[in-house]
């Protein structure tokens, strides 16, 4: 296994496209969607832009920026999401969760940035209220 290459081969495109897929249902339509370890593209945050309010992108690999309604900010991995309470309707974590040694004190706590109607899920398991 490869880590952090900086090359995706068609292989590593064709699979994210298809997790993508697995959990475009549960992306909220005009809603606040938090992808944690977005990528340096942001895809599925740009896949997904034009049915979102507001999209924000984590990541280690990227630089602060902002396109149209997606906000991207460079996150070390273990650093702490800084999220307003009840502010976001649904974080993915596409291909994530296997590359964090630890991650349940991390999102343990994460139910408070939710609003009301939340999603937190990766591509391998799904969990809604």
Same mark, same amino acid.
């Given at each position: 296994?490869?880590?952090?290459? +900086? /090359?995706? *081969?068609?292989?590593? $495109? ?7 897929? +697995?959990?475009?249902?549960? =992306?909220?339509? *005009? ?11 942001? @895809?599925?945050?740009?896949? /997904?832009? $034009?049915?979102?309010? $507001? ?8 630089? /602060?920026? =902002?396109?149209? *309604? ?17 502010? =976001?309707? @649904?974080?993915?974590?596409? @291909?994530?969760?296997?590359?964090? %040694? *630890?991650?349940? %004190? ?5 139910? +408070? ?11 391998? @398991?799904?969990?809604? $209220?």
């Amino acid at each position: 296994m490869m880590k952090n290459s +900086k /090359n995706w *081969n068609a292989l590593d $495109k064709f699979l994210a496209r298809w997790r993508y897929q +697995k959990v475009n249902f549960f =992306v909220p339509k *005009n809603g606040v969607v938090v992808d944690v370890g977005c990528g340096r593209e942001a @895809a599925f945050l740009k896949q /997904n832009h $034009k049915k979102i309010q $507001k999209g924000i992108g984590f990541d280690f690999r990227i630089q /602060n920026a =902002v396109f149209e *309604n997606l906000e991207l900010f460079h996150h070390e991995k273990d650093a702490p999401l800084n999220l307003k309470k009840e502010s =976001v309707d @649904a974080v993915f974590l596409n @291909a994530v969760l296997e590359h964090i %040694p *630890n991650p349940l %004190p991390r999102f343990g706590g994460m139910q +408070k940035q939710f609003k009301a109607q939340r999603h937190f899920g990766d591509d391998h @398991a799904h969990a809604q $209220k």
